[in-house]
């Protein structure tokens, strides 16, 4: 069965500071990964998503993912945080005829 | 941004009434699902439908029932309200489950049940 981890439940930051958010999944086949970001009081939005091809990818507010298959990982990355991404960050895998599997999140705290 | 909308955005009520939650779209999906968000438990998903009047439970779905008789609206009904059902739900669209396609969300209602 498909499922998702997301080790860390909270991460606190300096702004300006890199990010990395880790993402571990167990799926037999080349999964669908999906990065989402949900701030307090809204839905959650799509960060960026992962189908086949370059390992690396980028998304939206200058965030990337790297898929590596090795180590069933699909870590979020940003160079230099902003106060503004304060916010929860959620993990997903899809497969063909299932809705997606999602992390439990991880809450992360810029500090200035 | 798609366009999702939930009704109400906030609701509370007593143990033992019943409750419906309403999801509309304007993209003409043809998946839509619902879930439940719990601090601790992220996003569990408690019923899904991939087309007019076809439907299908998920992880969570004891206590709930849901209708989809148009495209556009997918009904999430509580029969009998329990405190346990207190959290806030969230509808999502997708074009085809999984897979390739993502799934985009509306804003989610808050309901509290006293």
């Known amino acids: 069965a498909q499922s998702v981890t997301q080790p860390d439940i909270h991460i606190t930051v300096s702004e300006g500071a890199s990010l990395e958010l880790r993402c571990n999944y167990s799926y037999g086949a080349t999964p669908y990964l999906f990065w989402y970001v949900q701030s307090p009081g809204q839905g959650l939005q799509l960060l960026l998503k992962y189908f086949s091809g370059d390992t690396l990818v980028q998304g939206i507010k200058g965030f990337e993912a790297e898929f590596k298959r090795s180590q069933s990982s699909f870590n979020l990355r940003k160079p230099s945080v902003h106060w503004s991404d304060a916010a929860e960050y959620f993990c997903?895998?899809?497969?063909?005829?299932?809705?997606?599997?999602f992390g439990k999140g991880t809450t992360l705290s810029v500090s200035s | 941004d798609a366009g999702i909308t939930q009704s109400p955005r906030h609701k509370v009520t007593e143990t033992g009434t019943p409750v419906t939650l309403r999801c509309h779209q304007t993209?003409?999906?043809?998946?839509m699902y619902w879930y439940r968000q719990d601090p601790g438990h992220g996003l569990r998903l408690i019923h899904y439908?991939?087309?007019?009047?076809?439907?299908d439970k998920g992880e969570v779905s004891d206590g709930y029932s849901v209708s989809r008789s148009k495209t556009e609206d997918f009904l999430l009904t509580l029969e009998s309200a329990t405190s346990s059902q207190t959290s806030v739900y969230f509808c999502?669209?997708?074009?085809?489950?999984?897979?390739?396609?993502?799934?985009?969300f509306g804003d989610g209602t808050r309901l509290s049940i006293l």
């Open positions: 993209e003409n999906h043809r998946y």
């Open positions: 997903a895998v899809g497969a063909a005829g299932t809705a997606l599997i």
């Open positions: 999502a669209i997708s074009e085809s489950t999984g897979g390739g396609q993502p799934q985009h």
């Open positions: 439908s991939y087309g007019v009047k076809d439907t």
